[in-house]
């Protein structure tokens, strides 16, 4: 018996195969063979076929494929007698038979044996026992069964291959025999492009092959990749590979290498310079900077935690030494405050790893969805850079490990009230407690603020500084109050605050320093004048990090000049916080001071609704200006009696959604909290095409999130498809299309259950995209009809033009070709009698595919070329990359192609860049250079994988088989092949047959 896995899954007896007709039977074949001879629970196989959708009788019908395949595999048995091969084992199955029987066995038996070769030196040896176990190899690992594509134990196969190539290709880079190796460590690299160590292998293959200029080549594209994608230099690996090919001369070679110099074109990574102003008349605590000197010099701490009360002064010490040490961290220092101890809104990881990824030059639809990946993105950012990291106001090690780099070269200041032990037991941080400002230093404090006063009675300052509890927030805001009085004594302002002391009844014996605190504060309170007082106690209202003068006077209800003044005045007594010279913070401290002083009558909820109304109008205002073309598509705001920022120009308008980006997230947040679903679905929806457009997506699904809760709460079932479908938008734009697909679905249903077509026929046409981009053409076709019939029932001739195009791409993909025409050729009608140029162009991109296929080169000129006369007169960059792709397909005209490539790799259009690749690939080999075409068909596989596009994908693997037999070399083709026929299958694509003809031949 012979059992094959790395590849589609097979099985002989003798030279007979077993007829394996069912998927599932596949499956379970595969899996117990991928197990090893270890038992298999039927929770893990009922887990691995159906994940968390299992149907009621999932044991029965693994049962029923255990008893098939031990009819098969066993054919002499006796009748009842118990199974040898697939004996029950618990409440699961064990495949038991030879390890030579089974490939992957016979895979890793092979690599062992190579170990121990190359362990005793014999590295020839070590090298022909490889290939061995590499030639075992197939396809990809159950390649026949899609539902265990991304199985745990599938996606751990193709590692081990991988590595398996890599130690392949070290071995035969030092026996001299490379040019063997190169075919398996290019397909390896094509996989992992943004694996520097094996692309640093090829680079040195390529070396060692005198390929000199195809080793530039490859070293150039990974350093650009990795700009790209990831916004890092190559790493020391990558890099010694580079050097070593400047160094080495190599053989002649027919092409001469390029004389490159290596500091041209370096991608600049962003040192982000986050450190807010260093602290004014900052004073003291040379014992604690000299302290966090010690512990980051030490060499021994990466994360230092600086704790104490609220108000001692830790940020302002943090940031001063921040400052200071800031020549230390050449690439950049982040910063953010994390607000832990606001009750409403503390910064979550995921928020601030989104804004330390831009910040290092992340775009912003890159940045991964979920908290794991995104920290895993930040720490490979951080790799081996100098980089100083303070997180301000911490509240819990939960909300500060995530953020931690991975590297010792970076350096993590926390601050929080907390003590953090979590940090220091799981991450051996080093630890400074913050005591109260020594008496000295807060006499050196008042006095600088003060004066003379303080010199004049000793004995006041030393009585004030014991009522500031030592703490440099109340000392601040206490000697602001004598700096407004200054023909009271200092004794005299002292008694006061004692009075209030004792009018507050702050009766505790122990001498909580908050006690003294709060008498500051409402020392200082009780001295404003009405309308500052009134200003304080709102500012303690609003949502977001800092607040500008236009949203206070939205907030108080004045104008923009008399909002100015009070807050002046708040700001002289260190109520507030100057962040810009416009722009306002409060401390969190009197934050919750001033939400404790309470308001009346509702006056907070006025004031918040007069807030969220201007926002919302100076957003609506912003789009306008941004987005002419789409403001019948936006809720109309009403214009409030507040004064509006003017937002000018464009680049006014965007300056002003990049200023209050995180106050407007915030700002949802409240309003969907709150009970002002309004706001939080107006502004939402409002900002979509900004954020979307901007690559703000974390922003903007946090947003959604929050929109769509508010109206599910209200029962707005429109507005919530919506919604929904906005989300799922961000999410097929992320790549993320299982969660789409749900979201879409819900949105459907919701749409219809409401009876809005139009929201219905967007929610339907985004689901047939989804469909059609995983290959589920079906599918696709269903729901894009459903879409037209719901356009036409509303009137929309553009989006019933759209949905008839898609439809004819869908039925295009699945070989309908006539069909397909008939509604693309409806499509260009309705554009042309709309004025719809745009929409015209990309159907006749599709029949001039058609026409191609059906080997009418003269048609699929005419109107691939009428595409692109169009798409050059309105500008549309990336519909004329498709029709000058479909030119070039049909005529293997490499220069069309050639343009094509480089307008997607301009748009960053990874979809495209695919296809147009794939085209050139097959050009390429077409016209007799299958070498150069076999290099464009990788390109495109990695393209392919990368955007989770299986027909490209199957695409490319077809265009390699080609290449590859045309090389010579019918076994790699062979491989190709089957792939390229396993993901046609899949998806349903008429080239599946073409394929396996080629096959069967």
Known sequence: MRIQVLGPVRAWLGDDPVALTSAGRRAVLGLLAVAGGQPLSQAELVDALWGDRPPPSAANIIQTHVKHLRRLLEPGRAFRSHSTLLPRVGDGYALRVPENSVDLLRFRRLLAEATTARQNGDQRTAADLSAEALAQWQGTPLMDVPMLAGHPKVLALIEERRAALGRYGELMIMLGAVSEALPALEEAAAAQPLDEAGQARLIRAYTAA??????????????????????????????????????????????????????????????????PADVPGFTGRADELAALDRLVTSGEQTVVTVSGMAGVGKTA?????????????????????????????????????????????????????????????????????????????????????????????????????????????????????????????????????????????????????????????????????????????????????????????LLNAGGDPQTGVRAVFSWSYRQLAPAAARAFRLLGLVPGPDVAGYAVAALLGTGVVEAGEVLEVLARAHLVQHVTADRYSQHDLLRAYAIGLGLEGGEGDRALERLADATLFTATAAMDTLYPAERHRRVRAVRPRSPIPPVGDGAGAQAWLDRERDNLVALVAHAAVHDRPAH??????????????????????????????????????????????????????????????????????????????????????????????????????????????????????????????????????????????????ESVRICRDIG?????????????????????????????????????????????????????????????????????????????????????????TTTGRPADGRERHLAALTLATGTGDRYESARAHAGLARAAEMLGDPDTAGKHRNQAWTGYTEIGAPEAEDIRRLIDR
């Open 836 to 924: 719809d140029p745009v929409g015209e162009g990309y159907a006749l991109v599709s029949l001039g595919d058609i026409a191609a296929r059906q080997r009418d080169s003269r048609r699929a000129v005419r109107s691939h070329r009428e595409a692109l006369d169009i798409f050059r007169r309105t500008n549309e960059r990336a519909g004329t990359a498709l029709a000058l792709d479909g030119l070039g397909a049909v005529t293997h005209d490499v220069v069309f192609l050639r343009e094509a490539l480089e307008i997607f790799q301009q748009l960053g259009e990874r979809a495209g860049e695919a296809r147009v690749t794939n085209s050139l690939g097959e050009a390429l």
């Open 317 to 505: 010490l943090a940031v001063r030494w921040a400052h200071r040490a800031r020549s230390r961290f050449p690439d950049g220092q982040l910063h953010v405050n994390l607000r832990g101890y606001d009750s409403e809104q503390p910064m979550t990881p995921e928020d601030t790893l989104a804004g330390f990824l831009r910040a290092l030059g992340m775009a912003g639809n890159d940045i991964p969805a979920g908290r794991d990946e995104r920290a895993a993105a930040y720490r490979s950012l951080l790799d081996g850079r100098r980089v100083l990291v303070v997180l301000d106001n911490a509240v819990s090690v939960d909300q500060v490990w995530p953020l931690l780099p991975g590297t010792s070269s970076c350096t993590v200041v926390v601050t929080s009230r907390d003590m953090l032990p979590g940090l220091v037991a799981r991450h051996g941080a080093g630890r400074l407690v913050v005591p109260l400002l020594p008496a000295g230093e807060a006499l050196v404090l008042i006095t600088r603020l003060i004066g003379d006063r303080v010199r004049d009675d000793p004995a006041a300052a030393a009585d004030l500084i014991g009522r500031c509890a030592q703490l440099p927030l109340a000392l601040r805001v206490a000697a602001e109050l004598a700096i407004g009085r200054p023909e009271a004594p200092l004794r005299m302002l002292v008694a006061e605050l004692a009075d209030e002391s004792r009018r507050l009844e």
């Open 680 to 825: 939080a679905v107006g502004l939402t929806l409002t900002l979509l095409r900004y954020l979307e457009s901007g690559g703000h997506y974390p922003e903007a699904v946090v947003m959604h999130e929050h929109a769509v809760r508010a109206a599910r709460l209200t029962g707005d079932a429109a507005a919530e498809a919506q919604l929904l479908t906005n989300l799922a938008v961000m999410d097929v734009q992320q790549g993320h299309y299982e969660r789409a697909d749900t979201v879409l679905r819900r949105a459907v249903v919701l749409a219809r259950a409401c009876g809005d077509h139009a929201v219905q026929a967007r929610a339907l046409g985004n689901l047939g995209h989804v469909d059609q981009w995983q290959g589920r053409y079906d599918e696709a076709a269903d729901s894009l009809r459903k879409a037209l019939e719901l356009c036409r029932l509303t009137g929309d001739r553009a989006a019933e033009a759209r949905a008839l195009g898609n439809l004819g791409q869908v039925l295009r993909r699945q070989g309908l070709d006539e069909q397909a025409a008939a509604y693309l050729n």
């Open 210 to 275: 005198g390929r000199r200029a195809k080793a530039f080549a490859t070293f150039h594209d990974t350093r650009r990749l990795l700009a790209d994608e990831l916004g890092v230099d190559p790493g020391p690996e990558l890099s010694a590979a580079h050097a070593s090919l400047l160094r080495d001369p190599g053989e002649a070679v027919a092409v001469p290498a390029p004389q490159i110099n290596t500091t041209d074109h370096l991608p600049v990574r962003p040192k982000p310079a986050q450190l």
